[in-house]
């Protein structure tokens, strides 16, 4: 790569583009890649004329750098066996498990440890090759940890940022990681580093404490001198951009459609997820299940859409739970659908934003039943698409988004009887106590948008004095 490159006062890096790359009958294509991170911060990119540092998605040769959608993309190249071993290892088997209280046991190899830090350090090379003078980088979530320290050696001058999508966990689970100082000590290389939750952040600052003998005063550590923040910074969805969407005389055409196909029943509901373990999908159908055993409410009169975006299908723990959600899919559908209705409707597969915003005002009850969640903002782009302030999100209280969106119906998703009880309640509840609860979420998501985040999370990383004025002041 020549020197003559441009470089750039604003880059992101996260371990995927905004974008994958898929070989399809015309060739290359790109399409939007999956997640909450990417919801987020592609409205964050738009008007920014910032880079953004990823991976394509496909083992091999990384592609030239590219634009797409007002983005300078740079994509960064994973070999097939960095993919297994940095990405569905180390990232996936590793630390996903360790920082969702480990829902599924954790895997530990050190082979898949070397990956990580082989493909982390060539993530810090890239960004020193596109970041500016003094240039503001982001990095981004747990795949990239080591990220903030490696760049800091090679590139002083920039101001770096991180931000953790998901939870960070409890010091007891942190501990069992056998390389939790190097993991520790590289996040510690960011000037700012930003939590979905304060007690996320309150968890990274004990791990600093009791494990690495760092010393903390309220929100900072210190570090050789420096000071670094750690905050609770909760992410957002861009709200005007899927109001409008929401509004538009075609997906509210087609929303209608939705509610048709099904005979317009009196109660459809909807559950969004990728298919992770995570996300509590089999609490759900087993609630749902128990309620038409019940016989407290019959198809045509209910149905339930579940929408499973395909996700990490090599990880033995996702092809699990996979084969077990399509059995129990099976086994409601077999012995509570009619000839005419469907009990669940199962989509393996993603859809595009206006036919989510379709989905989204389709749906009388929204079903987010996360075990742990970093924040998900399935749960604020429900509340968003809600333009006539009805409707009812029924959200666990393990999601980062119950600390915001308290007027949700809350419940534990462990607890299979509260749960049911909850989704009762959110049906028989008057319209105007809906509308009551409807209307403060979507204030809650209204006046705390992702630009909102955005701006909270970039000024808290300039505010940090820099290493200089940090040294002079002694
Ligand atoms: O925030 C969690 C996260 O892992 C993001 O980093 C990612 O964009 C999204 O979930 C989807 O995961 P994956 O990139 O592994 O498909």
Redesign the pocket.
């Known amino acids: 790569m020549s020197d003559t490159r441009p470089t750039y006062d604003f880059v992101i890096a ?3 583009l905004p974008v994958d790359r898929a070989e399809g009958e015309n060739g290359t294509e790109w399409k939007r ?6 919801t987020a911060m592609d409205s964050v990119m738009r008007g920014r004329d910032g880079a953004w540092v990823g991976w394509s998605g496909e083992p091999g040769e990384a592609p030239e750098p590219f634009d797409d959608s007002g983005m300078h993309l740079h994509p960064v190249a994973l070999s097939a066996e960095e993919v297994r071993d940095y ?1 569905e290892g180390f ?2 088997d590793t630390l ?1 498990p360790i920082y969702h209280d480990v829902i599924v046991p954790a895997t530990f190899h050190r082979r898949w440890w070397a990956a990580y830090r082989t493909v982390n350090q060539r993530f810090a090379e890239e960004l020193a090759k596109v970041a500016a003078e003094g240039a503001t980088v982001w990095v ?4 990239l940890q080591l990220v903030p320290a490696m760049l800091r050696k090679i590139r002083p001058d920039v101001r770096i940022g991180w931000f953790n ?2 939870p960070f966990p409890p010091v007891e689970l942190f501990a069992q990681l056998p390389w939790r100082g190097h993991l520790i000590g590289g996040l510690l290389g960011a000037d700012f580093l930003g939590f979905q939750r304060e007690d996320d952040a309150w968890n990274f600052q004990r791990a600093c404490r009791q494990l690495e003998g760092y010393e903390t005063e309220g929100d900072t550590i210190r570090v050789e001198g420096r000071t670094v923040r750690a905050a609770g910074l909760p992410i957002s969805i861009d709200f005007a951009d899927l109001e409008s969407l929401a509004r538009d005389p075609e997906v509210q055409k087609r929303a209608e459609e939705i509610r048709e196909s099904f005979g317009n029943p009196q109660v459809l509901m909807l559950g969004v997820d ?1 298919l992770d373990y995570t996300k509590g999908i089999r609490h759900r159908l087993k609630a749902y299940g128990e309620l038409l055993r019940d016989g407290e409410f019959t198809p045509p009169d209910v149905a339930l859409i579940q929408i499973a975006v395909p ?2 299908e090599r990880v033995e723990a996702y092809k699990t739970l996979k084969d077990e959600i399509e059995l129990t899919v099976g086994h409601i559908n077999g012995d509570y659908s009619t000839v005419e209705a469907t009990a669940v409707r199962y989509l393996h597969q993603s859809f595009d934003r206006a036919e989510m915003a379709a989905m989204y005002q389709a749906a009388d009850i929204m079903l987010v039943t996360p075990l742990r969640d ?1 924040m998900n903002l399935v749960a604020k782009e429900y509340v968003t698409c809600r333009i006539h302030d009805d409707g009812a999100l029924v959200l666990s209280e393990f999601t980062g988004a119950a600390t915001e969106l308290g007027d949700a119906y809350i419940h534990n998703p462990h607890d299979i009887q509260g749960l049911k009880n909850r989704i009762v309640q959110a049906i028989k509840d008057s319209p105007e106590e809906r509308t009551r609860r409807m209307k403060r979420l979507r204030d809650a998501v209204r006046s705390h948008d992702v630009q909102k985040w955005a701006g909270e999370f970039l000024d808290a990383l300039q505010a940090v004095p820099s290493d200089e004025a940090q040294k002079a002041a002694g």
């Open positions: 996260a371990n995927r890649s999956p997640g909450g991170l990417v990405y990232s996936n996903w981004h979530d747990y795949q999508h998901i990728r996700s990490r970093g």
